[in-house]
Protein backbone atom coordinates (compact mmCIF):
# COMPACT_ATOMS: atom_id res chain seq x y z
CA UNK A 1 0.00 0.00 0.00
CA UNK A 2 1.31 3.62 -1.17
CA UNK A 3 2.77 5.49 1.97
CA UNK A 4 3.37 9.18 2.95
CA UNK A 5 6.81 9.05 4.30
CA UNK A 6 8.59 12.00 6.11
CA UNK A 7 12.34 12.70 6.92
CA UNK A 8 14.32 13.18 9.17
CA UNK A 9 12.34 10.50 11.70
CA UNK A 10 13.84 13.28 14.41
CA UNK A 11 15.69 16.66 14.32
CA UNK A 12 16.91 18.14 17.00
CA UNK A 13 17.24 22.19 16.79
CA UNK A 14 18.74 25.02 17.99
CA UNK A 15 16.41 27.38 19.61
CA UNK A 16 16.27 30.54 16.81
CA UNK A 17 17.69 27.92 14.25
CA UNK A 18 15.35 27.85 10.90
CA UNK A 19 14.28 23.65 10.09
CA UNK A 20 12.59 22.26 7.09
CA UNK A 21 10.60 19.02 7.77
CA UNK A 22 10.40 16.88 4.46
CA UNK A 23 7.64 14.85 3.26
CA UNK A 24 6.39 12.56 0.04
CA UNK A 25 3.39 12.66 -0.04
CA UNK A 26 1.52 9.52 -1.97
CA UNK A 27 1.99 10.04 -5.83
CA UNK A 28 -1.30 10.53 -7.19
CA UNK A 29 -2.56 12.98 -4.28
CA UNK A 30 -3.44 16.46 -5.13
CA UNK A 31 -4.05 17.68 -1.28
CA UNK A 32 -1.18 18.03 1.25
CA UNK A 33 -1.71 18.91 4.72
CA UNK A 34 0.43 19.48 7.96
CA UNK A 35 -0.16 18.51 11.65
CA UNK A 36 1.41 18.98 14.64
CA UNK A 37 1.05 16.66 18.01
CA UNK A 38 2.66 18.05 21.24
CA UNK A 39 3.82 15.30 23.73
CA UNK A 40 0.37 13.73 25.26
CA UNK A 41 -1.74 16.30 23.26
CA UNK A 42 -3.99 16.36 20.74
CA UNK A 43 -3.05 15.67 17.34
CA UNK A 44 -3.41 20.02 15.85
CA UNK A 45 -4.43 21.31 12.20
CA UNK A 46 -1.71 23.94 10.88
CA UNK A 47 -1.99 24.04 7.38
CA UNK A 48 -3.92 22.70 3.89
CA UNK A 49 -2.00 23.26 0.43
CA UNK A 50 -3.51 22.44 -3.04
CA UNK A 51 -2.11 23.65 -6.49
CA UNK A 52 0.65 25.63 -4.76
CA UNK A 53 -1.78 27.73 -2.48
CA UNK A 54 -2.24 27.33 1.04
CA UNK A 55 -6.60 26.32 0.79
CA UNK A 56 -6.85 26.59 4.99
CA UNK A 57 -4.66 27.30 7.85
CA UNK A 58 -5.07 27.44 11.66
CA UNK A 59 -4.21 29.85 14.13
CA UNK A 60 -1.16 27.82 14.97
CA UNK A 61 -0.08 28.80 11.38
CA UNK A 62 1.49 32.13 12.22
CA UNK A 63 4.41 33.67 9.94
CA UNK A 64 7.35 31.60 11.09
CA UNK A 65 5.57 28.94 9.19
CA UNK A 66 5.88 28.70 5.56
CA UNK A 67 4.88 25.07 3.21
CA UNK A 68 6.21 24.47 -0.05
CA UNK A 69 6.17 21.72 -2.99
CA UNK A 70 9.77 22.41 -4.47
CA UNK A 71 9.09 20.12 -6.74
CA UNK A 72 6.74 17.37 -8.54
CA UNK A 73 7.25 14.58 -5.23
CA UNK A 74 8.31 16.88 -1.75
CA UNK A 75 6.29 18.77 0.28
CA UNK A 76 8.17 20.99 3.02
CA UNK A 77 7.55 22.45 6.26
CA UNK A 78 9.44 25.17 7.31
CA UNK A 79 9.88 26.98 10.42
CA UNK A 80 11.59 30.15 10.35
CA UNK A 81 12.90 30.80 14.14
CA UNK A 82 12.15 28.13 16.33
CA UNK A 83 11.20 28.53 19.60
CA UNK A 84 11.11 25.88 22.62
CA UNK A 85 7.11 25.36 21.92
CA UNK A 86 7.65 24.01 18.43
CA UNK A 87 9.04 20.96 20.37
CA UNK A 88 6.20 18.33 18.59
CA UNK A 89 5.76 15.26 16.23
CA UNK A 90 5.12 16.88 12.95
CA UNK A 91 2.93 14.73 10.80
CA UNK A 92 1.97 15.36 7.15
CA UNK A 93 -0.88 13.83 5.56
CA UNK A 94 -2.03 13.51 2.00
CA UNK A 95 -5.52 13.14 0.49
CA UNK A 96 -6.60 12.40 -3.42
CA UNK A 97 -9.32 14.37 -3.05
CA UNK A 98 -10.18 17.71 -1.06
CA UNK A 99 -12.93 17.88 1.55
CA UNK A 100 -13.75 16.05 5.16
CA UNK A 101 -15.33 13.06 3.53
CA UNK A 102 -11.84 12.13 1.75
CA UNK A 103 -9.67 9.99 3.88
CA UNK A 104 -6.34 11.58 4.63
CA UNK A 105 -3.13 9.37 4.72
CA UNK A 106 -0.50 10.39 7.58
CA UNK A 107 2.85 9.60 7.47
CA UNK A 108 4.86 8.54 10.45
CA UNK A 109 6.08 12.27 11.73
CA UNK A 110 9.05 13.87 12.21
CA UNK A 111 9.78 14.27 15.86
CA UNK A 112 11.09 17.89 16.28
CA UNK A 113 12.88 18.66 19.28
CA UNK A 114 14.00 22.29 20.20
CA UNK A 115 17.02 23.14 22.68
CA UNK B 1 -17.02 22.74 12.79
CA UNK B 2 -19.26 20.19 14.72
CA UNK B 3 -17.79 19.60 18.54
CA UNK B 4 -17.28 15.77 19.02
CA UNK B 5 -17.66 14.08 22.35
CA UNK B 6 -16.02 10.95 23.24
CA UNK B 7 -15.03 9.08 26.79
CA UNK B 8 -11.03 9.24 27.47
CA UNK B 9 -10.97 5.65 27.74
CA UNK B 10 -11.88 2.50 27.30
CA UNK B 11 -10.84 -0.98 28.60
CA UNK B 12 -11.57 -4.73 27.01
CA UNK B 13 -9.97 -7.81 27.05
CA UNK B 14 -8.95 -9.74 24.03
CA UNK B 15 -11.68 -11.34 21.85
CA UNK B 16 -14.38 -9.02 22.87
CA UNK B 17 -16.62 -6.78 20.89
CA UNK B 18 -15.70 -3.08 21.67
CA UNK B 19 -18.14 -0.31 21.09
CA UNK B 20 -17.01 2.93 20.72
CA UNK B 21 -19.93 6.37 20.95
CA UNK B 22 -19.31 9.48 19.54
CA UNK B 23 -21.42 12.39 20.16
CA UNK B 24 -22.00 15.46 17.68
CA UNK B 25 -25.30 17.37 18.74
CA UNK B 26 -24.35 19.91 16.07
CA UNK B 27 -23.67 18.12 13.22
CA UNK B 28 -24.21 19.95 9.73
CA UNK B 29 -26.43 18.52 7.07
CA UNK B 30 -23.29 17.99 4.85
CA UNK B 31 -20.74 16.52 7.49
CA UNK B 32 -19.27 13.29 7.01
CA UNK B 33 -18.23 11.10 10.66
CA UNK B 34 -14.80 9.48 9.54
CA UNK B 35 -12.56 7.32 12.78
CA UNK B 36 -9.21 7.57 12.80
CA UNK B 37 -6.75 5.07 15.16
CA UNK B 38 -3.15 6.10 16.11
CA UNK B 39 -0.52 4.34 17.71
CA UNK B 40 2.21 5.28 20.08
CA UNK B 41 4.99 7.16 17.81
CA UNK B 42 2.77 6.87 14.50
CA UNK B 43 0.68 8.88 12.38
CA UNK B 44 -2.92 8.92 12.64
CA UNK B 45 -4.35 6.23 10.13
CA UNK B 46 -7.94 6.57 8.83
CA UNK B 47 -10.19 3.12 9.74
CA UNK B 48 -13.85 4.12 8.47
CA UNK B 49 -15.97 7.04 7.56
CA UNK B 50 -19.91 6.95 7.17
CA UNK B 51 -22.69 9.70 6.94
CA UNK B 52 -25.96 7.87 7.87
CA UNK B 53 -27.10 4.02 8.94
CA UNK B 54 -24.16 1.61 8.87
CA UNK B 55 -21.11 1.16 7.16
CA UNK B 56 -19.00 -2.18 7.41
CA UNK B 57 -15.26 -2.49 5.78
CA UNK B 58 -12.63 -5.47 7.20
CA UNK B 59 -11.25 -3.42 10.41
CA UNK B 60 -14.54 -2.02 11.75
CA UNK B 61 -18.27 -0.97 11.86
CA UNK B 62 -20.05 2.17 11.41
CA UNK B 63 -23.46 2.98 13.03
CA UNK B 64 -25.23 6.04 12.87
CA UNK B 65 -28.96 6.48 13.80
CA UNK B 66 -31.53 8.85 11.80
CA UNK B 67 -30.68 11.80 13.83
CA UNK B 68 -26.71 11.81 13.59
CA UNK B 69 -26.13 13.20 16.69
CA UNK B 70 -23.72 10.42 17.82
CA UNK B 71 -22.23 7.49 16.12
CA UNK B 72 -20.72 4.18 17.17
CA UNK B 73 -17.49 2.42 16.05
CA UNK B 74 -17.33 -1.04 16.47
CA UNK B 75 -14.49 -3.54 16.61
CA UNK B 76 -15.05 -6.92 16.87
CA UNK B 77 -13.14 -9.38 18.62
CA UNK B 78 -10.52 -7.00 19.48
CA UNK B 79 -6.83 -8.41 19.85
CA UNK B 80 -3.52 -6.63 22.12
CA UNK B 81 -2.72 -4.66 18.97
CA UNK B 82 -5.59 -2.85 18.59
CA UNK B 83 -4.73 -0.91 21.84
CA UNK B 84 -4.36 2.65 20.24
CA UNK B 85 -6.35 6.16 20.24
CA UNK B 86 -9.36 6.27 18.72
CA UNK B 87 -10.61 9.84 17.13
CA UNK B 88 -14.23 10.92 16.05
CA UNK B 89 -14.02 13.59 13.94
CA UNK B 90 -16.89 15.56 11.82
CA UNK B 91 -16.35 17.60 9.04
CA UNK B 92 -18.01 18.83 5.70
CA UNK B 93 -17.32 17.50 2.71
CA UNK B 94 -16.22 21.23 1.41
CA UNK B 95 -13.61 21.99 3.90
CA UNK B 96 -10.03 20.18 4.49
CA UNK B 97 -9.56 21.83 8.20
CA UNK B 98 -9.93 18.46 10.11
CA UNK B 99 -9.87 19.02 13.98
CA UNK B 100 -9.02 16.21 16.33
CA UNK B 101 -10.57 16.17 19.41
CA UNK B 102 -8.58 14.09 22.93
CA UNK B 103 -9.75 10.80 21.29
CA UNK B 104 -10.89 7.32 23.48
CA UNK B 105 -7.80 5.73 24.57
CA UNK B 106 -8.81 1.75 24.45
CA UNK B 107 -6.59 -0.46 25.92
CA UNK B 108 -7.06 -3.83 25.13
CA UNK B 109 -5.80 -6.52 28.23
CA UNK B 110 -4.99 -10.40 27.84
Known amino acids: EPEVTQTPSHQVTQMGQEVILRCVPI?????FYWYRQILGQKVEFLVS????????KSEIFDDQFSVERPDGSNFTLKIRSTKLEDSAMYFC?????????????FGDGTRLSIL | LAKTTQPISMDSYEGQEVNITCSHN???????ITWYQQFPSQGPRFIIQGYKTKVTNEVASLFIPADRKSSTLSLPRVSLSDTAVYYCLVGPNNNNDMRFGAGTRLTVKP
Open chain 1, 27 to 31: SNHLY
Open chain 2, 26 to 32: NIATNDY
Open chain 1, 49 to 56: FYNNEISE
Open chain 1, 93 to 105: ASSERSGGNQPQH
